[in-house]
């Protein structure tokens, strides 16, 4: 399947170690290093958290930069908008 600008290869930037964030700690809202811009890169982004109606959690990044925007599941993925409405849809 074709994949999106969501192809989030920041290779110019290696801080590969992540650590596991703990559960529970969902007001992380400030910036937090990882989260960029799918598309430019930039970390000029805000994100929530929310949950989808079926339940599946995940985190909406807004780019301040070119305003593009992302969903990302709870892992970190990338979720494409029609992976989104679809569940929405399906409640
Ligand atoms: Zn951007």
């Known amino acids: 399947m074709p994949v999106g600008p969501q192809n989030t290869r920041s290779s110019r930037r290696s801080r590969a170690a992540r ?43 807004s780019c301040h930069v070119c305003e593009e925007r992302t969903w990302l599941s709870s892992d970190g993925g990338p979720l494409s908008v029609d992976a989104v409405l679809d569940r929405t849809r399906k409640a």
Do not use: I, K, N, W
């Open 19 to 61: 650590p596991a964030p703990p559960l529970g700690s969902l007001t992380q809202a400030a910036h937090r290093e990882g989260t960029a811009c799918g598309s430019c890169g930039s970390e000029r982004v805000t994100q929530l958290s929310m949950s989808l109606t079926d339940g599946t959690p995940v985190r909406f990044v």
